[in-house]
């Protein structure tokens, strides 16, 4: 075990919190962690699409244990993976051989067809896409978003925040439909209403105006969006090209058991954050989670697991955390935790207040809860999710 090498694949958020848990748990071994990206520590992702979007400031990164003993290999992409060598390839033709791996990729981007090359399409990953954002959105500019998730409904809250003119289209019938449901989503839609969105609901964008420069977004029924800037948001991918004819089982992410062991890894491999897709024992599925805090508990957890299996300290454990996400839209701040459920009830408030928390139950168990600036309530609510799902 003193020898043991654990190689970290990913620098974000969810690589960095592995290496620290690995650390923590007194494993005498050595750490590489590898990233494409060259800033460390990475930057902190929830602001960009807030306040360093808004005033273009430079974002904060995330605070790293300044007593870590890792070997870092940034700016390096790692190409492939050979299970039966236990071997990570890099794109400058080294490779990593390893004892145990953790994968901890993230999810990519996704762009439009053909759009690419436009200059003034942006989407919204990096510090570097905050900047060119940031840059293009003077006063008087029309403003395109294409996607009404999260990330789409903050952008255009701080577009319009910025008083620019802000339309948002998105395939869905309301905004942030999938993650809050048919019931409570059409609360959200009022909010931007109310604060000058127009919102083109249910409609299919056909593609870009403009060979060079975008100046419009193509609908379906022959509409189109005028434009200066379009911000493309339609959600990310699982980086997990890499991985490719590896023997890990891929769909949707890595598969993975309830312990974030990677199916097909040999109790090796773990994966944690954006690129896991794995089988939570509350809810009896397989779930993949998109969000800050996943990224850094998942993470944990995982790191721990794989110490313990490779003999180390500690114990195995099942990665039981309720998913949780919260998002900050003009002077609102939304909070879920847990999942979608096919009865909704509003256990405070009412339709057309401002604060409300909403409980969302299947076959009368209570799954998860939707709190609108009732910051105090995620907790106790979070404790009465789990005490019924382990019921």
């Known amino acids: 075990m003193s020898k043991a090498h654990i190689v970290v694949v990913g620098s974000s958020l969810a690589g960095v919190r592995g290496v620290e848990a690995i650390q923590r748990t007194g494993f005498a071994g050595t750490v ?13 992702r929830p602001p960009l699409s807030k306040a360093v979007l808004r005033t273009g400031r430079t974002p904060d990164v995330v605070r790293v244990d300044g007593n870590l003993e890792v070997d870092l290999r940034l700016g390096r992409e790692a190409t492939g993976l050979d299970l039966d060598a236990r071997r990570v390839s890099l794109d400058d033709g080294s490779v990593l051989d390893y004892d145990g791996l953790m994968v901890a990729t993230g999810a990519t981007v996704r762009r439009l067809p053909g759009t690419q090359g436009r200059a003034n399409v942006h989407v919204l990953r990096t510090v570097e896409d905050a900047a060119a954002l940031n840059a293009v959105l003077t006063p008087g500019v029309r403003v395109a978003v294409i996607g009404a998730g999260v990330l789409g409904c ?17 395939v869905f019938s309301q905004p942030m439909l999938r993650i809050l449901g048919p019931s409570a989503a059409p609360l959200l839609a009022d909010l931007h209403r109310e604060h000058g969105v127009r919102l083109l609901l249910h409609r299919e ?14 609908l379906d029924h022959d ?25 890990l089982e891929l769909a949707d992410g890595v598969a993975c058991d309830s312990e974030c062991f990677a199916v097909g890894g040999d109790r090796r491999v773990v994966a944690a954050g ?3 897709r794995w089988y939570h024992p509350l809810f009896g599925r397989m779930m993949r989670v998109e969000h800050w805090t996943n990224a850094v508990t998942q993470a944990q957890l995982a790191g721990r ?87």
Not at 32 to 44: A, F, R
Not at 229 to 241: F, W
Not at 337 to 352: N, R, T
């Open 305 to 391: 697991n794989l110490v313990a299996a490779l003999g180390g300290p500690g114990t195995v454990t099942p990665y039981e955390v309720l998913p949780y996400f919260w998002t900050d839209q003009y002077d609102w701040k939304l909070q879920f935790i847990g999942a979608l459920g096919e009865d909704i009830a509003f256990e405070e408030g009412q339709p057309g207040d401002r604060q409300f928390v909403i409980s969302y139950r299947t076959e009368g168990r209570l799954v998860g809860v939707l709190c609108a600036n009732r910051p105090s309530r995620i907790a106790p609510w979070r404790s009465r999710i789990t005490a019924e799902l382990r019921a």
């Open 274 to 276: 954006d690129v896991a």
């Open 154 to 170: 903050e952008i255009a809250a701080t577009c319009r925040q910025l008083d620019l003119k802000v339309t948002m289209i998105d």
């Open 223 to 247: 509409e189109v969006v005028e434009a200066d800037v379009v911000v493309v948001a339609i959600g990310a991918a699982p980086e997990t090209r890499w991985l490719e004819g590896s023997g």
């Open 205 to 218: 964008v056909l593609g870009l105006r403009g060979e060079h420069v975008a100046d419009g977004v193509l």
């Open 32 to 44: 590489s962690l590898v990233g494409v990206e060259k800033h460390y520590p990475p930057i902190d």
